[in-house]
């Protein structure tokens, strides 16, 4: 008589407490909803404390590390985004963690599931079990599709190509600090404009991006497409084949767009192995023209981003005049149609790419403020919500219009770079004809506007020549479109660079005036 309740005294109190089983089907089914949004609660509620506690610390863990990353380790976020060898670990991780989260998720509901359970109950259970099943998995395969593209994109825009203009990759991969004691890190952004009916790519786009390392204050150079006599260092083999600047006979031929396309057509290989001798030959000439070196190039094909500007859900831009659609000027073709003035636009692909191409009636200079507001716009629309929802489709698309010869070994400390850019002051210095004569361009003059530019307004007065009372007086720094970057009184050492959104705000006046002169004439009456 003795033995049976002692057994139950130690069962209770004095025995080790095993493995037993949750009374009833609905405290069981809770607990496994519970231990699939807390994994490791499942375990502990049958006994298995160890087990338990052991995967509640494995997930808090993780859980802290998911917190980190997104709030002060953004850094390490994007260190990561930028390696597509790290983003093929991180699949792995991804992978490997869903298939331990549906285990955990299906042991805890088998040990969680009294003996005795209807039928009802077992379909019941396994629809309850799946959908939580569902709710790990579809964020996984959601996750790996992000990291997935993200990596191709890696692999096909910035592979380590062949290069005139860049060091090789490999030989500086270990280099600590890629950019040495340099104060500034300079950028080609090239627009080629290689749509249907012209033969080749013509940069009709060509800025330059100076950034200066220590601050990341940013400043844009425009030059007009139709800048000639491009000079080349005097150490270039191209110097040797122009020693007056790029000319190959025809005027139309030699001017700043066509250089990508004639260059190498000219004189194939004169610059030795690169899989792009187009974009080093502007590398070189632009440099040249701003007496900067070039480190970088991105060139996008205007002719595809309209994808770019559909993946992104359209962009919204302000209109301050009418913008022709189509038409040829040199042929006296009239547009098709006309984009009117109007705040806040929203268009898609196609009406922003008639929007930046637009040249009807209008100088090549407003052009070049309309295409750097299409960027503006891009990038503002690239909000993260937007990137994530429609990742793969802009990385599908990317892959397609963007070429650059920036090594995925260098994005590491490019990344660095795009932190202080991002908090930093950007700036835009326009080369238009209120500035430079680009059939008689003085070059000397152009390198002392962009020095000008770089050092900002001295303290110390200075005499100002006649080419720099004219950047101030008429506001280089805008288009003619623009009303930014003029000021009232000429100081000492004018700054001919302006804030980069001053053209791109809308001006009611103008477009008022714009709208009471009425539509320009279309070929359809």
Not at 104 to 120: D, F, K, Q, S
Not at 267 to 285: H, N, Q, S, V
Request: proline share 7%; charged share 20%; hydrophobic share 40%.
């Amino acid at each position: 008589m003795s033995d049976e309740p002692a057994t139950r005294r130690g069962g209770r109190h004095g025995g080790r407490r095993g493995p037993h089983t949750v009374r009833g089907f609905g405290p069981a089914l809770l607990l496994t909803v519970v231990g699939a949004l807390v994994p490791g609660s499942a375990f502990l509620a049958t006994g298995r404390r160890r087990l338990g506690a052991l995967v509640v610390v494995v997930f808090m863990v993780l859980l802290g590390g998911v917190a980190y990353l997104a709030t002060t380790g953004l850094r390490d976020v994007i260190a990561v985004a930028v390696d597509s060898a790290a983003l093929r670990w991180v699949i792995g991780g991804i992978v490997a963690l869903a298939v331990a989260w549906l285990l955990v998720v299906l042991i805890g509901y088998a040990l969680l599931l009294p003996r005795r359970t209807r039928a009802w109950q077992h379909v019941l259970g396994a629809v309850v079990v799946l959908t939580l099943c569902a709710g790990v998995v579809a964020p996984a395969v959601w996750a790996v599709r992000i990291a997935d593209a993200q990596a191709q994109l890696l692999d096909n825009v910035f592979a380590d190509r062949e290069s005139a203009t860049v060091p090789d990759p490999v030989e500086s991969a270990d280099d600590p600090d890629p950019f040495g004691d340099r104060e500034e890190v300079n950028f080609l952004l090239l627009g080629g404009d290689g749509g249907e009916g012209r033969e080749g790519v013509r940069t009709d786009t060509v800025i330059v991006a100076n950034v200066q390392t220590d601050t990341g204050a940013t400043t844009l150079f425009s030059l007009p497409r139709n800048l000639q006599e491009l000079p080349f260092p005097e150490d270039s083999p191209l110097a040797e084949v122009w020693p007056d600047g790029f000319d190959v006979g025809s005027e139309a031929e030699s001017l700043l767009n066509a250089v990508y396309r004639n260059g190498p057509a000219w004189y194939p290989g004169i610059l030795g192995e690169t899989d792009d001798p187009g974009a080093d030959m502007l590398k070189l000439g632009v440099g040249e023209a701003l007496g900067l070196e070039i480190d970088y190039f991105v060139l996008v094909n205007l002719d595809g981003f309209s994808r770019l500007v559909d993946a992104l859900g359209g962009i919204d831009v302000n209109v301050n005049y009418y913008v022709p659609v189509g038409g040829e000027p040199s042929l006296g073709i009239l547009p098709d149609d006309y984009i009117e003035p109007g705040p806040e636009q929203h268009m898609d692909g196609a009406r922003a790419l008639d929007y930046a191409r637009g040249r009807f009636g209008l100088s090549d200079y407003q052009r070049m403020d309309r295409q750097r507001c299409v960027i503006g716009e891009i990038v503002e629309a690239a909000d993260p919500m937007t990137l994530l929802s429609r990742f793969q489709q802009l990385a599908a698309t990317t892959q397609d219009i963007v070429s650059t010869d920036v090594p995925q070994s260098r994005l590491d400390d490019l990344v660095d770079l795009a932190f202080e850019v991002k908090d930093a002051e950007i700036r835009s210095v326009v080369f238009d004809d209120t500035v430079i004569d680009p059939a008689y361009p003085d070059y000397d003059q152009i390198r002392t506007l962009v020095q000008q530019a770089l050092d900002g307004s001295s303290d110390t007065p200075a005499e100002s020549t006649p080419a720099e009372e004219d950047v101030t007086d008429d506001g280089a720094a805008p288009s003619p479109t623009s009303s930014a970057g003029a000021t009232s009184a000429a100081p000492a050492e004018p700054d001919p660079a302006a804030e980069v959104g001053d053209a791109c705000a809308y001006d009611p006046a103008q477009a008022e005036a714009a709208r009471a002169e009425g539509e320009p004439p279309t070929r359809n009456g």
